[in-house]
């Protein structure tokens, strides 16, 4: 388990307000997430389910995030 710090989040806290919202990135997700799903294939079918769970847990966190 990581030990409970306090993170200086002013950064991603500014990328939020000049590039796009949680729920804006979060949906960026989603289309990345399907359009990488169109080049899957079986020679890097695992490589992509590693991704997929990457990606669902930056997903979860963002649609947390209150405006």
């Given at each position: 388990?990581?030990?409970n710090?306090?993170?200086?989040?002013?950064?991603l806290?500014?990328?939020?307000?000049?590039v796009?919202?949680?729920?804006?990135?979060?949906?960026?997700?989603?289309?990345?997430?399907?359009?990488?799903?169109?080049c899957?294939d079986e020679?890097?079918?695992?490589?992509?389910?590693?991704?997929?769970?990457?990606?669902y847990?930056?997903?979860?966190?963002?649609t947390?995030?209150?405006?």
């Open positions: 388990m990581i030990p710090k306090q993170y200086d989040l002013s950064e806290n500014k990328f939020f307000n000049e796009g919202t949680p729920k804006q990135i979060a949906s960026e997700l989603v289309n990345l997430l399907f359009n990488y799903a169109s899957v020679d890097n079918l695992e490589v992509f389910k590693a991704d997929v769970g990457t990606i847990v930056l997903y979860n966190e963002l947390k995030i209150e405006e």
